[in-house]
């Protein structure tokens, strides 16, 4: 089993910035993919961001590329998000998720994960 628990969301301006934190516990060892996704109200599920287990490569949706970073640190299992530059397109509750079934980065970039936690909201007004 995996337990992840995220924090740091809020509300924000635009432009604005936000860091999520997951802690990660129980089999976390096991995971290929760490990542985020998100949903907002209405729309479907997309992944945000992730890394990859077996060499730290890191993936973005082409909508946040330049403004988040993912980023892992292994001897505290957790990762982060860092979001600046927050639009309003960006809203939504992000979900801290791993995945340990060997999919392709394609299905985790879809949103598809084995784990995920109970995600933390995210608003950006003004």
């Known amino acids: 089993q995996v337990q992840l628990v995220e924090s740091g969301g809020g509300l924000v301006q635009p432009g604005g910035s936000l860091r999520l934190s997951c802690a990660a516990s129980?089999?976390?060892?096991?995971?290929?993919?760490i990542g985020w996704f998100r949903q907002a109200p209405g729309k479907e599920r997309e992944g945000v961001a992730c890394?990859?287990?077996?060499?730290?490569?890191?993936y973005y949706i082409e909508s946040v590329k330049g403004r988040f970073t993912i980023s892992r640190d292994n001897a505290k299992n957790t990762v982060s998000l860092q979001m600046d530059n927050l639009k309003p397109e960006d809203p939504g509750t992000y979900y801290c998720?791993?995945?340990?079934?060997?999919?392709?980065?394609?299905?985790?970039?879809?949103?598809?994960?084995?784990?995920w936690g109970q995600g933390t909201q995210v608003t950006v007004s003004s």
């Open positions: 129980g089999s976390t060892l096991d995971y290929k993919i």
């Open positions: 890394i990859v287990d077996a060499d730290a490569s890191t």
């Open positions: 998720a791993v995945e340990v079934s060997g999919r392709p980065i394609i299905a985790a970039m879809r949103g598809e994960y084995d784990y």
